[in-house]
Each structure stands twice: as structure tokens, then as C-alpha cells.
T-cell receptor
Framework: AQKITQTQPGMFVQEKEAVTLDCTYD???????LFWYKQPSSGEMIFLIY??????QNATEGRYSLNFQKARKSANLVISASQLGDSAMYFC?????????????FGKGTKLTVNP | AAGVIQSPRHLIKEKRETATLKCYPI?????VYWYQQGPGQDPQFLIS???????DKGSIPDRFSAQQFSDYHSELNMSSLELGDSALYFC??????????????FGSGTQLSVL
């Protein structure tokens, strides 16, 4: 079963506007972590933001914020004041713990295009 | 700040050849993960190491092997390469289990092309 769901294959936003990228997750763990990564066309995977399941406040990192709604199992990424350089693929991921080991499970990604 | 270093950045091989990918984690990071990302796909977990011991194994073919060395760098060895092995291979590192270990940082990846 898909553990991370990103329902938006592609999103478009005008420069300087805000955009929300959706992510829902499925887990029975009490403790887990949620991540967002940016992957530009050059290929590298850039860490953007992290939210722990016990964190009471939504995570923020500069223009990035995570709208964490635990009861709804959603962890949407909000990018404020979009810039042309924000055009990239964005992956939501969850740290999965099984048998004492941990790994990240990724969603299918959302391709964001920022228009001038 | 130091990041995860992967080499080589690009690698071209023929079918049935072997390839070795190297990963140097962020200093003090003791956990290394390997991921494979096919064209237009999300990254898929291959294998991970914690303190030089294999900690988890994902969808890694038997033709692939990996290890983590005493200096914490890791190598992914791939034999009998197939066309379908063409992908972007990422290494990531973390502080495994510690509070800051919640965050995984990725290298720039090795783009492997099998011809």
C-alpha cells in the first residue's frame, strides 16, 4: 500500500505567489518523521524541511513551511513568494522504522513550475 | 558545511560489466543509505548501514553488494550490469538514532548509464 501520497503530478504558480504542495501519509507508528526534498533538473536531492510527529509547532525554514495536520495525516509544503529557481520536482518522504532500522519512503513527487 | 560526497558523478558502462560507486558521508554521520532512482521515478531504497553493519535491505538485486568501511565511507558494487540498472544512485547519511539523526542528507548522486 502506498504510504506517501502526492496527488498533484504537476503544479503551476506565478512568480511571487504562494503555493501548497499536498502530501498525505499512512502509518501506524506513534513516532515518525516527515520530510520534503527538492530535486531540480540537475538531479541532486536537496533537503528542505523536517517535521517530527511529536513536534507541536509546524516546521518552518525560510520561505518553506510545513502544514502538519496529524489527525488528517497530511504534511503539506507551503512555499511563499515563489521564485523562478523553485521550479523543480518536490518529494514528500516519511521515515519508516521497522525492526530497529530506519529508511525513507518517498511519494511519487510533484513537479512545480514557476511562471514569470 | 561539508555535505555527502559521491563519486563518480557520471559513469558509463557496457552490459555485463561491473561498477563501483563511492559515498563519503557527512563527518560524524554513522548511518549511510543507498537509493536508486529510475527516470521519472521516486527514489527506491536499496540498503543501509549503521556503524559499519548492514542495518536494512530493500529491493537490491543479488548482483549488487555494498559495505561500509572503518572510516564510514561506503561503496556500492554492481556486477553483471543490465540495461535496466541505468539510473541515478543516491547515497544519504544521517546521525542514526540521535535527535539530529532524524534528518537525512543526500549526495548529488551518480548517474549510471548502461549501454
Amino acid at each position: 500500500a502506498q504510504k506517501i501520497t502526492q496527488t498533484q503530478p504537476g503544479m503551476f504558480v506565478q512568480e511571487k505567489e504562494a503555493v501548497t504542495l499536498d502530501c498525505t501519509y499512512d502509518t501506524s507508528d506513534q513516532s515518525y518523521g516527515l520530510f520534503w526534498y527538492k530535486q531540480p533538473s540537475s538531479g541532486e536531492m536537496i533537503f528542505l524541511i523536517y517535521q517530527g510527529s511529536y513536534d507541536e509547532q509546524n516546521a518552518t525554514e525560510g520561505r518553506y513551511s510545513l502544514n502538519f495536520q496529524k489527525a488528517r495525516k497530511s504534511a503539506n509544503l507551503v512555499i511563499s513568494a515563489s521564485q523562478l529557481g523553485d521550479s523543480a520536482m518536490y518529494f514528500c518522504a516519511m521515515k519508516e522504522t521497522q525492526g530497529g532500522s530506519e529508511k525513507l519512503v518517498f511519494g511519487k513527487g510533484t513537479k512545480l513550475t514557476v511562471n514569470p | 558545511a561539508a555535505g555527502v560526497i559521491q563519486s563518480p558523478r557520471h559513469l558509463i558502462k557496457e552490459k555485463r560489466e561491473t561498477a563501483t560507486l563511492k559515498c563519503y558521508p557527512i563527518p560524524r554521520h554513522d548511518t549511510v543509505y543507498w537509493y536508486q532512482q529510475g527516470p521519472g521515478q521516486d527514489p527506491q531504497f536499496l540498503i543501509s548501514f549503521y556503524e559499519k553493519m548492514q542495518s536494512d535491505k530493500g529491493s537490491i538485486p543479488d548482483r549488487f553488494s555494498a559495505q561500509q568501511f572503518s572510516d564510514y565511507h561506503s561503496e556500492l558494487n554492481m556486477s553483471s550490469l543490465e540495461l535496466g540498472d541505468s539510473a541515478l544512485y543516491f547515497c544519504a547519511s544521517s546521525l542514526g538514532g540521535k535527535e539530529e539523526g532524524e534528518k537525512l542528507f543526500f549526495g548529488s548522486g551518480t548517474q549510471l548509464s548502461v549501454l
